[in-house]
Nanobody, 126 residues
Framework: VQLVESGGGLVQAGGSLRLSCVAS????????IGWFREAPGQQREAVSC???????????WYDSLAGGRFTISRDDAQNTLWLQMNDLKPDDTAVYYC?????????????????WGQGTQVTVSS
């Protein structure tokens, strides 16, 4: 099982980035999968999660930090998860990770996030 994130970078406040997470080694379509972030000196926090389309109608959850600025989506044919981030703020600076369960769990409210990617750095300058 492997998750590989990309798309991070340096952007000015107000800018946008689109993160991607390519999955392999499991039946991606059957799993809920989410985005987390970890800022320096802070605990890792959940950003968003999307359930399986086939088993859980693709239900989406966002933390309040997303503030209507972030959009999660998935393409099961490409085994890829995205996070579109608009109107970025310096407080969004963090390493962003995608994560899923080690067992098949289609629902975000039941998933145990135990499989993680290596992360991608997002830096927002003021």
């Amino acid at each position: 099982v492997q998750l590989v994130e990309s798309g991070g970078g340096l952007v000015q406040a107000g800018g946008s980035l689109r993160l991607s997470c390519v999955a392999s080694g499991f039946t991606f379509a059957d799993y809920a999968i989410g985005w987390f972030r970890e800022a320096p000196g802070q605990q890792r926090e959940a950003v968003s999660c999307i359930s399986s389309f086939s088993s859980a109608d693709g239900k989406i959850w966002y933390d309040s930090l997303a503030g209507g600025r972030f959009t999660i989506s998935r393409d099961d044919a490409q085994n890829t998860l995205w996070l579109q981030m608009n109107d970025l703020k310096p407080d969004d600076t963090a390493v962003y990770y995608c994560a899923t369960d080690t067992k098949m769990e289609p629902e975000c409210d039941r998933v145990e996030f135990a499989t993680w990617g290596q992360g991608t750095q997002v830096t927002v300058s003021s």
